[in-house]
């Protein structure tokens, strides 16, 4: 298959957010994937390099890369439309939905999909007082989390009132909007999306106090299982819930949804990701090649994103 079909592509990865060095990582890893099968592609790094710089160099389309705020929150996304240059991904929409924690589950609920219960701590108008109701109501066991950070960044599982403030005052230095929810005992699945389609799930397991930065990324105690064990039935049940929750978000291309499941065998959806990590410990790799692809094939069905849609 001729690559010239692409033209000269920008694998933009690294950029300013608390991510970054993952998305170096990401980044470096496609880039030498797709130039692995003859596509013209070169990285860019929106820190060191303007925008404009995509048209001054010639650049025909972007193959996002960008985790966290400044690549999966529609602000690229929107900036590359008004350069009328095709990337990869969710569109504006999209991409700010997903990266919002808060709304995300706002619209889930309205729909009836699966998601724990939770509270909304606000930077401008937190009053620590509140911290013994919203552990009563939710359970005495809760995760804190900032409601645009990714990769775990921020995040606290928390079990009393005092741990509680601390940690919903940690989270306000990454973002003045807090989510705080109920925490769900069991196993931690996610579900990489792929153009419309689910690849098989994924059950992590890590002895840590939860799948955190550490977990995701150094640690070597953390276990993957796919084929993630789960029944045909349940696999299908769980690849149905993360479609309906993609496209609720108007997600589009390819993410990846997450969930916990219960000991009863609920699931519980926890977020979306419009930019999932490409790293050699990511999910969707891993997804992908047990559903017999390769990592470069993988790495051009992102790229053909950019050129099935119309935004």
Not at 204 to 226: G, L, V
């Amino acid at each position: 298959m001729s690559m010239t079909k692409y033209g000269k592509v920008a694998v933009m990865f690294g950029g300013r957010s608390a991510e970054r060095e993952v998305s170096l990582r990401s980044g470096n890893a496609v880039l030498n994937a797709l130039l692995s099968q003859g596509v013209d592609a070169h990285g860019f790094d929106p820190a060191e390099q303007a925008l404009t710089g995509l048209i001054t160099q010639g650049f025909d389309r972007v193959l996002i890369m960008l985790h966290g705020r400044g690549g999966e929150d529609g602000s690229l996304q929107g900036a590359l439309q008004q350069l009328h240059i095709p990337y990869t991904g969710s569109g504006v929409l999209g991409s700010a939905l997903c990266m919002d924690k808060i709304r995300s589950k706002q619209i889930w609920q309205s729909l009836g999909l699966p998601t724990a219960q939770y509270a909304i701590a606000d930077k401008s108008s937190f009053d620590a007082g509140s911290c013994e109701a919203i552990m009563a109501a939710l359970g005495n066991e809760v995760m804190v989390k900032p409601a645009q950070e990714g990769s775990s960044i921020g995040m606290a599982r928390v079990n009393n009132t005092q741990q509680l403030e601390t940690a919903i005052q940690n989270a306000f230095e990454y973002d003045e909007h807090v989510l705080i929810e109920q925490f769900i005992q069991g196993s931690e699945f996610t579900v990489s999306l792929l153009n419309g389609k689910a690849l098989p799930s994924i059950r992590m397991s890590t002895p840590r106090i939860f799948y955190d930065y550490t977990a995701k990324y150094q640690a070597d105690s953390t276990q993957y299982f796919c084929p993630s064990g789960l029944s045909a039935t349940a696999e299908a049940e769980l690849a149905n819930i993360a479609q309906q929750a993609f496209m609720a978000l108007d997600g589009s291309g390819w993410g990846r949804i997450d969930f916990m499941q219960d000991a009863a065998g609920q699931f519980y959806l926890l977020e979306a990701n419009t930019v999932p990590g490409m790293t050699e410990k990511s999910l969707v790799p891993m997804a992908a090649k047990q559903a017999g692809l390769s990592f470069a094939k993988l790495s051009l069905a992102v790229l053909d994103s950019s050129m099935a849609q119309s935004r």
